[in-house]
T-cell receptor, first 112, second 112 residues
Framework: GENVEQHPSTLSVQEGDSAVIKCTYS??????FPWYKQELGKRPQLIID?????GEKKDQRIAVTLNKTAKHFSLHITETQPEDSAVYFC???????????FGTGTRLTIIP | NAGVTQTPKFQVLKTGQSMTLQCAQD?????MSWYRQDPGMGLRLIHY???????DQGEVPNGYNVSRSTTEDFPLRLLSAAPSQTSVYFC???????????FGPGTRLLVL
């Protein structure tokens, strides 16, 4: 089955700087890669996703890049703000498989 | 729309007791899933369903049962609770395979 590794597990960034979280996956057939944000005590919420037919997707301060050859994808947050502090999860799914496999999460702290 | 709802929000059980965690969605989504979230381990899939009458096992199904008699409801049953089942449980639904998953607010379960 799919295995998703996520790094780093914790990340502290000065407000205004950029943050990068990286994930690798094992199943070369995976073709859908969402990112979820979970604030303390809240439910995970989708912030951006990418499909394997594109290499990059951007939504305001958030971008995701995908390298299918190396089987890794990354979340980039620019101009970080205090409200970006949360736990971020990457995930991967194969279209032929309904299961979504999550990474272990990255706790991002924005330092004012 | 209420989205995805879960009850109860918090439950304490004694070892060996059984209970049902309720999950309902009013978005007419075909796909529904149950995850457990433990510190440092991300979200792990317990069971999932691709439509009424169809269920399948995820990554950690032992000790849990599910059924899907209607599109709206997807209850999770703990047959004989164990301390290892202490966790936060999230239900999620999505309209299709590679579509946004909408999570419920979660149920925090403590097994003594």
């Amino acid at each position: 089955g799919e295995n998703v590794e996520q790094h780093p597990s914790t990340l502290s960034v000065q407000e205004g700087d950029s943050a990068v979280i990286k994930c690798t996956y094992s199943d070369s057939a995976s073709n859908y890669f969402p990112w979820y944000k979970q604030e303390l005590g809240k439910r995970p919420q989708l912030i951006i996703d990418i499909r394997s037919n594109v290499g990059e997707k951007k939504d305001q301060r958030i971008a995701v890049t995908l390298n299918k050859t190396a089987k890794h994808f990354s979340l980039h947050i620019t101009e970080t703000q205090p409200e970006d502090s949360a736990v971020y999860f990457c995930a991967a799914r194969n279209f032929g498989n309904e299961k979504l496999t999550f990474g272990t999460g990255t706790r991002l702290t924005i330092i004012p | 729309n209420a989205g995805v709802t879960q009850t109860p929000k918090f439950q304490v059980l004694k070892t060996g007791q059984s209970m049902t965690l309720q999950c309902a969605q009013d978005m007419n989504h075909e796909y529904m899933s149950w995850y457990r979230q433990d510190p440092g381990m991300g979200l792990r899939l317990i069971h999932y369903s691709v439509g009424a009458g169809i269920t399948d096992q995820g990554e950690v199904p032992n000790g849990y049962n599910v059924s899907r008699s209607t599109t709206e409801d997807f209850p999770l049953r703990l047959l004989s609770a164990a301390p290892s089942q202490t966790s936060v449980y999230f239900c999620a639904s999505s309209p299709g395979q590679a579509e946004t998953q909408y999570f419920g607010p979660g149920t925090r379960l403590l097994v003594l």
